[in-house]
């Protein structure tokens, strides 16, 4: 009967599916580098892009679509000229001016509040769902990519993040993958939120710098309410030392789990020039920093 057991549990193991969120306090900390990195490095996953304002793991991964499907990420008003009596009080009601004097509505401006449409004394404004972006499946040579397009001055990207974040975990239900890499988005509003949300495992990335640290530290306080204890590597060390040594204290004193340094490389960027990983283009001090995080974070999901 325990050997069942001990089968089963094995079982289930193999059945867990980790997701790795890669998030920083600020832009331009070298997320999407390291996630690339961590790409190149790890077996039997799945890759998403959830930095979904400002996605550009894509130029890296240089993906193959596959599969392609609009993103609904609300409603917009539309007005029917026909019924239209043009009394006005759309006009009088609408908080953001997007009903012009000549009875037209500019969509970028609409928030799709209906309130337009709910005092509208002949029905003329009904709401309609608006394209907000689309969703990717695609190929790589290092396996499959959910990724996703917000479109110009198109909100709801926390809620794009959680369609990614699903199809993700679908397609590795799908082919049984145990591991998810999300490259998250910077800072600690609504798409942070959404790519922390069950969340098995996250890695700060931060820099030092005043801002740096200021924002890391937020975003530390922003994991722990999803009660998950982040891990933190400090990119770009060497361009400060004593605020490095900083974080380093800061993550001793508040218990959480330092995994490494990277330094200064000017090979990152033209590894991203070239459409490469920094392990694909290089194999100095970065990319052995990398594979020693990459190790750590192996031990600490248990893959």
Not at 210 to 230: A, Q, T
Request: charged content about 30%; glycine content about 6%.
């Amino acid at each position: 009967m325990e050997e069942k057991d001990t089968d089963i549990e094995k079982e289930e193991d193999m059945s867990k599916i980790n997701e790795l969120i890669v998030i920083s306090g600020k832009g331009g900390t070298g997320k999407t580098t390291i996630v690339s990195a961590f790409a190149s490095l790890a077996k039997n996953k799945i890759m998403a892009d959830c930095d979904v304002d400002a996605a550009d793991l894509h130029l890296i991964m240089n993906p193959e679509i596959r599969h392609r499907e609009n993103f609904i990420g609300g409603t917009r008003a539309v007005l029917n000229q026909d019924k239209c009596i043009k009394c006005g009080k759309c006009i009088e009601l609408c908080r953001f001016d997007a009903i012009k004097d000549d009875f037209c509505i500019e969509e970028p401006y609409c928030e799709g509040c209906s309130v337009c449409s709910y005092f509208c004394p002949v029905k003329a404004i009904t709401m309609e769902d608006s394209i907000s972006g689309e969703i990717f499946i695609s190929d790589t040579r290092f396996g499959p990519f959910v990724h996703a397009k917000l479109g110009i001055a198109q909100e709801n990207s926390g809620k794009l993040v959680t369609e990614v974040r699903k199809k993700a975990k679908k397609l590795a239900e799908e082919n049984k993958f145990n591991l998810i890499i999300i490259d998250g988005s910077p800072g600690t509003g609504c798409p942070v939120i959404a790519s922390l949300a069950g969340a098995t495992s996250v890695l700060i990335v931060t820099e030092p710098t005043l801002s740096g640290i200021h924002d890391m530290k937020r975003v530390v306080e922003l994991s722990k309410n999803f009660s998950i204890n982040p891990s933190v590597c400090i990119n770009k060390y060497d361009i400060n030392i004593e605020l490095s040594k900083k974080i380093e204290d800061y993550c001793m004193k508040n218990s959480v789990d330092f995994y490494g340094r990277l330094p200064y490389d000017e090979n990152t960027t033209k590894a991203m020039v070239a459409r490469k990983t920094i392990i694909e283009y290089s194999s100095g001090e970065f990319s052995n920093s990398i594979k020693g995080i990459w190790i750590k974070l192996e031990e600490k999901l248990e893959i």
